[in-house]
Each structure stands twice: as structure tokens, then as C-alpha cells.
């Protein structure tokens, strides 16, 4: 999922858990305790003359939102397995200011409330709501770098795992450890799948449930199976012959489709994509449509009056949240950063910088999920527990008021710096930029920045061939360096460039791919000899960097453009923003193609 439908997807999750949250304060607010006589209906079965039962709300809290844990945690994994998060430099900075957004909102929330029972809730305030940050992100932050995102869905699913830790040693009533082997056994079966090669996901399914129930019984937060079981499952990058017998089995079904030939091409598709993505892209509309907008239902159903809010604020429990989680997370996530930054100032990467983080950290504020759960969990008196559901609501409120107006500053500030962003700085000229097609008769031209170094690359080369053979002379293709902060993104732009010197550039261009993402230089060496090269020619021209120049101002157009994601398009000279598929951007292409023949077509009338 690129990052533009990832952040489409977390403001509908925000939207809805928005609705979720006024659907239950209007439902709690109304005469009569229907409210909480719903949550608490009993439900369970029955199993080999044992009862396991629980309320509707301990199954929204201990069993679906292990769920959505587990849906955030496929997609940090991945990151730290493909993504911007592989170097581990860059992915402990998030880490880091997790920590410190656990243990100074903390502190903060103790002192205000020092000498008072409510001290007990200091939990309430180490957490960070993934789904509500996100999707504020996705509505506030359009524009700013996808590597902020990132950086965001690292540090708010560490923040979530440290609270959930909290929950499970500061809050829990009984603990006991032999059920937990039940747990590690689920663990330990999936396990084993994962190292047999075990690609049907229904199958992970059973020992799924099994670790849930280990988690659960042990007195441990059960949503901390989610994370668990998301770090087992398996995740890799699509391998070339992967994909080539999956293109190889979709063609036998087109040339016979019957439904043997349906279910070979079916299973060919899914073994060449790991469990990791397809297990995400699967749970991504339940998460949206279904856990987020019942979890609010289910805990923010607070009873608001005249009188519980004057009490509430008046109360050192509701300011302590509110410090704790506006201000603790401003100062733990920006001081922390800043410290780290100064001792590897390029621990953000070229994208990011601190005006994003301090923005980011006042979103982070938002501790409405774990919040509102932990505050059932401190306070057994309902006066208290009212006061730290308003207080939740109130530092959500204005954290996300805070984060708007901090996005809305550095928006402003990036359309000044950069106000042409959204359009080409440099025309495709034939006479400096590599093409395919003939530009005297194309209708339609498309620039694409890339790299090597990335798990897209290899589908931005099918994309390309698709595109060729779909437009054919109507459209003039050409590709430009975009190497980011990869280590060998550079050097296979270079050698790129030196294969171009002996006129092989799309040669070389097409090995690079298959052997993406590049992580050492004897897949470039095997792509100059797979690409036809004179090996010597080309190890002295690599070697001398020749072709440099060239990257460079690829770069240089780059960062006037603030790009900061591989691939990104321009269809006749203005960005491309859609999804990053072969289907999704020829059908860009096409519509451009279309419009320009349309053009072209009242033209010619209007000299007629």
C-alpha cells in the first residue's frame, strides 16, 4: 500500500472513530442506563463443560483490538524489514522518543497529583492513539514528507507496546505465569510454519487464537498478542521467479479459464506476496469500518453534566492528565529527538525535520484508546473515573487543535518554499534524458524519479513495461535518479549512468530492477554483465563516477520539488499522487492521453 492510500485509509479510520466517539457520548447521555447495560451484556460459550465468558466491552478491549495492534504491527514490521526503517539507526529515533513519551508524561502526571489516591492513574497518560494520530495526519498533514509517517506509526506502535506493558504489570490484578506457556506454545507453532514455508494465511489462524488465549488467561493485556503474533508472521520481498510463474499461471488461465486454472494462478499470486502484506491489506477495511468505530463505542461513553464538569476541572486528576499528555509528550518526544539529532545529525534523514517532530509530538497528545481503557483500570470510584475520561477527552481535544494549527504553519511555510512542488522544474529533453518512444509524436510524456534501492522498484519496471505496450507510440517514458538516503542508491544511479556511456541504458535499467532492491554491489556487477556490458569499460567508468553529473541534477530537481518518496511520476509535467501500481498509474496515463487527444481534436477545429 503506498503512502498516499495508507493515508487515506487512517483519516477514514480517524473519521469514523470520530463518529464512534459522539455516537457513544449522545448514547450515554440519554435517559437511563442503556449505555452501560449494553456493554455489559455477558457473552461466551461453553467448551468441554467449562464456561469462558465475558462482557461485550472485554471483547471490544481484550479481543478485537488485539486485532488492530496487530494491523499496525505487520506495517512497522515491514518497514523495518523493506522499508525506510531497514537501517536501524534511523528506526531507533522513534524508539527513543517512544521511551521518553512513556516515562516524562508520567512523572509530569505524579507531581500534579502527588499526595492524592488519583496518583494511581498515571498509566492513563503514557499512551498515544495510533488511529486518531494518523488519520489527523493524514488530514492535517498533506504535503509534509511520507517519512514522517513513518516516523509517526514507529513511534506511536512503541508507544503502544511500552503501555501495554504498563497495563500488564501496573495493572493487572492477577497475573499467573503458567498460562503463558500456552501463549509461547502458539508462538512456537507459528514458528515453525513460518521456517517450513507455510503460505496459506488461514492457516496461521489456530495458533493465532491459541496465544490470544495464552495472553488472556495469564492476566497479561491480551492485545499484546497482536503485536506478537505480527512480529512471527512471515514478510519478504517479492522475489523475481516469484512473479514470473505467477504471470506464467495468470496467462495459462487467460488462454483456459477454468477453475483449476483459477485456483493455480489464485495461489501462484499469493505465494509470490508474503503473509505480512496480505494479511494487512486484508484486515485494513475491518479496521476502519468495524474495530475503530466500535472500540469508541464501547469506551467513550462519558456522562457529561453541568456539575461533572466543573468537578472534573477542578479536579488535579483531570489537570494531570491533561499535562501529562499535552505537555509530557511535547517535551519527552521533541527533547528526546533534538538530543538524538545532535549526536547523528542524520539520524531524520534528509526529509524530516524538527518543525515536523515538534508538530508530530504535540499530536501525540492524543491518548484517547489505551487512555480511556487504563482509566477503568485505575479507579474503581466513579467520580474518578468520570474525571479521567473528561480529562482523556479534553487533552485529545487540544492536542489535536495544537497539532492542526503547528501543520497549518509548516504547510504555509513549504507552499513559500516550494511553490511549484506539484509541477515538472525540467522538461523531458530528449537530448539529455534517456526515452522510450518517439517524443515528436508522443501525446503524452511521463517522468519517473526512482531508484534501485527500494522493494518498489521491481514494479515500477512492470509498470513501465505495461505502459509500453498499452500506449505504445502515444506516450515518451524517461527516467530520472531519485536515491534518497539509500547506501548503494547512489552507486547503482552511477553505474546506471556509466552502462549509458556504451548506449545500454535501458539494458542496464531492466537488470538493475530484477536484481532490486540493491543491497551490495555484486548485484550491480551481475546486472552490467546480465545488461551485455564491456565489464572492464564499464568498472573504470563506474569507478570514476562518470554519469554523475547527471544524478546530481536529478537530485537537485528533486529537492526543489520536495520529493522524498521512490517512485514518483509526472504525467505531462504535473506529480502524480494515486497509488504506485501498474493499473492505477496507466489509468493516469490514460486519462492524460485522453484529455490531450480531446485538446488537440478542438484545435484542430477552432483553425478549421
Known amino acids: 500500500m503506498t503512502s498516499v492510500a495508507r493515508g487515506t485509509a487512517a483519516l477514514r479510520g480517524a473519521v469514523v472513530l470520530i463518529a464512534g466517539t459522539v455516537a457513544a457520548l449522545i448514547w450515554a447521555n440519554l435517559p437511563g442506563d442503556s449505555y452501560e447495560s449494553f456493554w455489559h451484556l ?8 467449562s464456561r469462558f465468558e465475558l462482557d461485550l466491552r472485554h471483547w471490544v478491549n481484550d479481543a478485537v483490538m488485539a486485532v488492530f495492534f496487530a494491523h499496525v504491527t505487520l506495517e512497522v514490521r515491514r518497514e523495518l524489514e523493506l522499508g525506510e ?10 524508539v527513543i522518543a517512544a521511551l521518553a513519551g512513556l516515562v516524562i508524561p508520567a512523572l509530569i502526571y505524579v507531581r500534579v497529583t502527588w499526595g492524592t489516591d488519583a496518583v494511581a492513574g498515571w498509566g492513563i497518560v503514557v499512551s498515544t492513539d495510533t488511529a486518531f494520530v494518523l488519520g489527523m495526519l493524514a488530514l492535517i498533514g498533506r504535503g509534509m514528507p511520507p517519512q514522517l509517517r513513518i516516523f509517526l506509526v514507529t513511534l506511536a506502535v512503541a508507544d503502544d507496546v511500552g503501555a501495554l506493558g504498563v497495563i500488564a504489570f501496573a495493572y493487572t490484578d492477577r497475573f499467573s505465569p503458567l498460562p503463558l506457556l500456552i501463549a509461547v506454545g502458539g508462538l512456537a507453532m507459528i514458528a515453525v510454519m513460518r521456517y517450513l514455508g507455510v503460505w496459506r494465511g488461514v492457516l496461521y489462524l489456530v495458533p493465532s487464537i491459541v496465544v490470544w488465549v495464552g495472553f488472556f488467561v495469564s492476566g497479561v493485556h491480551a492485545t499484546l498478542a497482536g503485536v506478537a503474533i ?17 504471470q506464467d499461471h495468470v496467462r495459462a488461465f487467460q488462454m483456459s479459464p477454468t477453475a483449476g486454472y483459477a485456483r493455480t494462478a489464485g495461489d501462484s499470486l499469493a505465494r509470490a506476496v508474503s503473509i505480512n502484506e496480505r494479511a494487512h491489506r486484508a484486515l485494513a477495511p475491518y479496521i476502519t469500518w468495524l474495530v475503530l468505530p466500535v472500540f469508541a463505542l464501547a469506551n467513550a461513553g462519558v456522562t457529561v453534566t453541568r456539575e461533572s464538569l466543573v468537578d472534573a476541572f477542578t479536579s488535579r486528576l483531570t489537570w494531570g492528565i ?4 499535552v505537555v509530557g ?3 519527552a518526544i521533541s527533547v528526546s529527538t533534538w538530543v538524538v539529532t545532535r549526536v547523528r545529525p542524520d539520524a531524520l534523514g534528509p526529509a524530516v525535520r524538527m518543525s515536523h517532530i515538534v508538530g508530530v509530538s504535540m499530536l501525540a497528545g492524543m491518548g484517547f484508546t489505551i487512555s480511556l481503557f487504563v482509566t477503568e483500570l485505575a479507579f474503581d470510584d466513579a467520580v474518578d473515573v468520570s474525571r479521567g475520561q473528561i480529562g482523556v477527552i ?3 481535544v487540544l492536542a489535536a487543535t495544537l497539532g492542526a494549527v503547528a501543520f497549518a504553519v509548516m504547510s504555509a511555510r513549504e507552499r513559500r518554499r516550494s511553490p511549484h512542488r506539484d509541477r515538472l522544474v525540467r522538461a523531458l529533453d530528449p537530448s539529455r534524458d534517456p526515452v522510450l518512444g518517439d517524443p515528436a509524436s508522443a501525446v503524452v510524456t511521463v517522468v519517473e524519479y526512482g531508484n534501485y534501492a527500494t522493494p518498489y522498484s521491481p514494479a515500477a519496471g512492470e509498470m513501465c513495461r505495461e505502459m509500453e505496450g498499452r500506449f505504445g507510440s502515444e506516450v515518451v517514458y524517461t527516467f530520472r535518479h531519485l536515491p534518497l538516503e539509500q547506501p548503494l542508491g547512489r552507486s547503482a544511479a552511477i553505474a546506471n549512468e556509466a552502462a549509458a556511456l556504451q548506449g545500454r541504458f535501458w539494458e542496464m535499467r531492466d537488470e538493475l530492477l530484477r536484481e532490486a532492491p540493491i543491497d551490495h554491489e555484486r548485484q550491480i556487477r551481475r546486472a552490467a554483465a546480465g545488461a551485455g556490458l564491456n565489464l572492464r569499460r564499464f568498472e573504470r567508468d563506474w569507478g570514476d563516477a ?8 536529478d537530485l537537485v530537481d528533486a529537492e526543489a520539488m520536495q520529493l522524498h518518496r521512490a517512485p514518483t ?3 505531462d509535467n504535473a506529480r502524480y499522487d494515486g497509488s504506485i501500481d501498474a493499473d492505477s498509474v496507466n489509468t493516469a496515463v490514460a486519462a492524460a492521453r485522453d484529455a490531450a487527444l480531446r485538446r488537440d481534436e478542438r484545435e484542430r477545429d477552432t483553425d478549421a
Open 85 to 94: 526503517l531497514r537501517d536501524w539507526r534511523r528506526a531507533s529515533v522513534p
Open 394 to 396: 479534553a487533552a485529545t
Open 42 to 49: 455477558p457473552l461466551g460459550l461453553d467448551l468441554a463443560g
Open 230 to 246: 505480527a512480529v512471527l508472521l512471515p514478510i519478504f520481498p517479492t522475489r523475481v521467479d516469484a512473479l514470473r510463474s505467477a
Open 546 to 553: 562518470a554519469g554523475a553529473e547527471r544524478v546530481d541534477e
Open 569 to 571: 511520476y509526472f504525467i
Open 322 to 325: 491533561i499535562a501529562g499528555l
Open 329 to 331: 509528550k511535547i517535551v
